[in-house]
């Protein structure tokens, strides 16, 4: 009966959020954290609960005189994050107020704008300008600052991560007091991948490049002939992913490469009709196979088909495509040299627990360059692969993670504090990040020495402003 209801659920949902995109003409996403009628939700509806105050400030001085009067506050963007990180404890802040354009310098192709403007918008100020990032992760509806705060990457040979594009911050610290801050900055890094707890970001300027079209294709190939390429696919298209599937031998590959041909005809409907089959397909058709046990004998059949897209589109709808699919991602991030052994085991995992009867998942595999811009975001320091377990969001997904987790803490990898974080906590993120993640500690010591950025997920991962019950509000 469960598994029937997670079903539905995760079929109606996205079909509601497919339908809302197409007939507003992609202006209004369904499924986004808000909070109405005084109640928080987080996009996928799992975080609901009523904070004891919702604060939307309009100026800086108000973020500023508010944090100086308070005891615990949580700042969220559009709710895209996939823990509780964004349940506040005392005081709930969004920024959707404070966003929007600050200033323009179109000779240094630079735009400050407001933390709390989202990516879209960003792109569309950017835009405007004649510009565009330099390349973008696979969504457009979160908020710039909560993106940095999660240190949100994409997959490239040489461009990995969002903050690459930012030149500065304005960060208002724990005591009230408002900082700016450049890469080379202690407390850039702390920011960037700290979930908020240095500070609210309230201003980021970006760093834009002429605005470009990309070539996007997607392909089906072997995962052997994956393995034995991998080097050659990085080397010779700018960016790549792949997509892995249980009980198949298949693999997607997508590429996106910057191109001077013009963009493809109907490219961004085709994109829309693209993305909302495959939704559609995960939610209806893959969760059926999945719960019904058929997964096992028809996986190799279903991806062995080819499947294929090639559209050249402008830069940014070629790297995000809205996605509606109601799922839950767990990821991390581990050495590259280690892609396809910890790729297996964790899709080994999920086929050695599949007759618990576990939803419909597939395996996305990203790649970044050493990312030197922050102390304890997963891609710190080191070449990467990001293995992200994206689940259906229904019956039997909290099963699988909770054996993942302790897989992803057995070999060590590091998680993305952005994703489902279920178990890990302060001694783990010690372990893991050793030094920085002192030096992180102290810092957050020093910007916020009262821990009014803390909650319950904060201070289990960092052990800093552990909560009364007595303090708490109404809880989720
Ligand atoms: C469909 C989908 C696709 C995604 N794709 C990717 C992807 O390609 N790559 C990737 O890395 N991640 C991805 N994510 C993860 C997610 O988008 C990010 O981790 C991001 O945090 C969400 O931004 P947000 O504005 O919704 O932040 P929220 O979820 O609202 O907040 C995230 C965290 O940041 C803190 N925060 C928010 N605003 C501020 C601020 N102004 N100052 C300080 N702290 C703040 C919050 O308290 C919270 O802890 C995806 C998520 C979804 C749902």
Redesign the pocket.
């Known amino acids: 009966m469960m598994r029937f209801f997670g079903y539905l659920r995760v079929a109606l949902f996205t079909t509601v959020n497919i339908v809302a995109n197409g007939v507003t003409l992609g202006r209004y996403v369904w499924?986004?954290?808000r909070v109405k009628g005084g109640v928080f939700t987080?996009?996928?509806r799992r975080f609901r609960y009523g904070p004891r105050k919702f604060v939307k400030p309009t100026t800086e001085q108000v973020i500023v005189e508010l944090i100086k009067n308070v005891r615990r506050v949580?700042?969220?963007?559009?709710?895209?994050?996939?823990?509780a990180?964004?349940v506040s404890q005392e005081i709930l802040?969004s920024?959707d107020d404070y966003s929007g354009l600050i200033w323009k310098d179109p000779d240094k192709r630079q735009i400050a704008v407001k933390?709390?403007t989202?990516?879209r918008d960003v792109i569309a100020l950017l835009l405007d300008e004649g510009l565009a990032f330099s390349a973008l992760?696979?969504?457009d509806?979160?908020?710039?600052?909560?993106?940095?705060?999660?240190?949100?990457?994409?997959?490239g040979r040489e461009w990995g991560f969002v903050s690459e594009s930012v030149v500065r911050l304005k960060?208002i610290d724990g005591n009230g007091e408002v900082h700016e801050c450049g890469p080379s900055d202690d407390l850039f890094e702390a920011?960037i991948g700290?979930?908020?707890a240095v500070?609210?970001?309230?201003e980021v300027v970006i760093q834009g490049v002429e605005r470009f079209n990309a070539e996007q294709k997607v392909q089906t190939k072997t995962l052997a002939s994956v393995e034995k390429d991998l080097d050659r696919l990085l080397q010779r298209n700018d960016h790549l992913s792949l997509y892995l599937f249980p009980f198949a031998d298949e693999c997607r590959v997508n590429t996106w490469n910057r191109t001077d041909k013009k963009q493809s005809p109907l490219g961004d409907l085709r994109e829309f009709v693209r993305t909302s089959v495959d939704a559609l397909g995960a939610a209806w058709i893959g969760n059926l196979l999945a719960y019904t046990g058929l997964l096992r004998t028809v996986s190799s059949l279903v991806y062995g088909v080819e499947h294929g897209s090639h559209l050249i589109l402008e830069s940014n709808k070629a790297f995000n495509r809205t996605?509606y699919?109601l799922?839950q991602?767990l990821?991390f991030t581990v050495p590259f040299e280690d892609t396809f052994e910890v790729s297996r085991r964790f899709i080994g995992l999920y086929e050695e627990m599949y007759h618990l009867g576990l939803p419909y998942a597939i395996f996305e595999v990203?790649f970044t360059p050493k990312q030197e811009r922050t102390l304890i975001g997963a891609g710190r320091d080191r070449r990467s692969t990001?293995i992200?377990l994206v689940c259906n969001d229904s019956h039997g997904f909290e099963k699988y993670y909770a054996a993942a987790e302790d897989l992803v803490k057995e070999i060590e990898a590091r998680p993305?504090?952005?994703?489902f974080c279920e178990t890990f906590d302060q001694e783990y993120l010690a372990r893991i990040h050793q030094d920085t993640f002192t030096e992180f500690l102290n810092l957050a010591e020093r910007h916020d020495p009262e821990s009014k950025?803390a909650?319950d997920?904060?201070s289990r991962l960092f052990g800093r402003g552990t909560i009364r019950t007595s303090e708490a509000g109404s809880q989720p």
């Open positions: 499924l986004e954290g987080n996009w996928a949580r700042v969220f963007g559009s709710g895209h994050s996939f823990n990180g964004v802040v920024l933390g709390g989202r990516v992760p696979s969504h509806a979160q908020s710039i600052a909560g993106i940095l705060s999660t240190d949100v990457h994409g997959t960060l920011a700290g979930i908020g500070g609210v970001i309230s996605i699919h799922h991602e990821e990203r990001w992200d993305h504090l952005g994703k950025f909650n997920f904060t």
